[in-house]
């Protein structure tokens, strides 16, 4: 069975900083090509915030917290995990963590990844 479970989220101020963690079962992790992290608010769309090739070394960050956010991976842990340094209070989201067993796609898309953790709440006070 498929598990995503995140960790890591919390409430910070303006300029602080803060690291998610999602975990993922074996299995998940060895069939998933691309992992990562999107984040919603209320009333809007879920949209891609950073993810990365499992199977190899690229990585996608929006240009919304490129420079403020990194994504890393341990495979000897199935987990990866997303740096957030400088947070804004328009980071302030619910954080998912998400999965795809496919080679090759759109990375910002929500609709390409088979696999959703719970969520984890972030929020950034000014």
């Known amino acids: 069975q498929v598990q995503l479970v995140e960790s890591g989220g919390g409430s910070v101020q303006a300029g602080g900083s803060l690291r998610l963690s999602c975990a993922a079962s074996t299995y998940t992790y060895r069939s998933t090509f691309y992992m990562g992290w999107f984040r919603q608010v209320p009333g809007k769309e879920r949209e891609g915030v950073a993810v990365k090739y499992i199977a190899g070394s690229s990585t996608y960050i929006a240009d919304s917290v490129k420079g403020r956010f990194t994504i890393s991976a341990d495979s000897a842990k199935n987990t990866v995990y997303l740096q957030m340094n400088n947070l804004k209070p328009e980071d302030t989201a619910m954080y998912y963590c998400?999965?795809?067993?496919?080679?090759?796609?759109?990375?910002?898309?929500?609709?390409?990844?088979?696999?959703w953790g719970l969520g984890t709440q972030v929020t950034v006070s000014s």
């Open positions: 998400a999965a795809a067993d496919r080679s090759a796609l759109q990375w910002y898309q929500p609709k390409n990844y088979r696999y």
